[in-house]
């Protein structure tokens, strides 16, 4: 994007920040894990039982209350997205001012990492619906050989048939029937560890503005990751 010649701010990400073309930002190359699912091949996924079951019963209650859920895998394109982003908006980050749709910058950040023309990957929403109602939705990059997902979001107004877990069951089917290695989270949220998915190291780099306070945050940014593997090899050992 800084190549495009975009003046681009601070975007609301964790600790990441765009710099305006011309400027030589600090680096940090960063770790962290992510969460995945093998799908194909040897030890391929399975979902825990308990899980599975309730998936089923939430399903089989949703489609009984709201007509037949099914999964649309769609381009990104703005309709999709836009769609996407009133999903995301319909709960709490909405009410609090913090959905995608009500921050420009980041709004263009998603459209754009589906449109360079130098990537691999294409951008994908995926919509579960119920009927013609769609209650939970994610943006996710398709790959070659794996899909990772972006974003998750769903209606809160059906909350009650855990929409979010319903939809990444339907991904995951997806990924199956489309011959494709992986699933990736992109991060290791907390509500992913009932799914039981594997971890892998995950790296990043991020870029601080050429002024006093990104270097400042650059600071503060390596200490707390220093504090925080400290703290994951002590918790390791403890186990």
């Not at 030589?24 to 040897?42: E, Q």
């Not at 599975?52 to 949703?62: D, E, P, Q, V």
């Not at 992913?192 to 594997?198: D, F, I, M, Q």
């Amino acid at each position: 994007l800084a190549r495009e010649g975009r003046k681009l701010r601070r975007l609301s990400l964790p600790r990441l920040q765009y710099v305006p073309r011309g400027h030589h930002p600090g680096t940090a190359l960063c770790t962290d894990s992510n969460a995945y699912f093998r799908v194909a091949g040897v030890g391929s996924y399975q979902q825990p039982a308990k899980l599975a079951r309730n998936n089923r019963r939430l399903g089989k209650k949703l489609a009984e209350r709201h007509g037949t859920v099914a999964l649309a895998v769609e381009p990104s394109n703005f309709r999709n997205l836009g769609r996407f982003f009133e999903i995301e908006a319909s709960g709490w980050k909405g009410a609090g001012g913090t959905a995608i749709e009500q921050q420009d910058e980041l709004g263009r950040a998603y459209i754009s990492a589906c449109r360079h023309e130098d990537s691999v990957s294409r951008g994908c929403v995926f919509t579960l619906y119920a009927a013609s109602v769609p209650i939970s939705a994610a943006f996710g990059l398709v790959y070659p050989g794996h899909v990772t997902l972006l974003k998750i979001a769903f209606d809160d107004r059906f909350g009650e048939f855990s929409p979010g877990s319903l939809l990444i069951s339907e991904i995951l089917d997806h990924c199956k029937a489309e011959d494709k290695a992986k699933l990736y989270l992109s991060t290791f949220p907390d509500w992913s560890h009932r799914w039981k998915p594997e971890a892998v190291d995950k790296f990043s780099v991020r870029l601080y503005a050429d002024s006093a306070a990104g270097r400042i945050k650059l600071t503060l940014d390596a200490l707390c990751d220093r504090v925080a593997r400290l703290f994951r090899g002590l918790l390791s050992r403890l186990k």
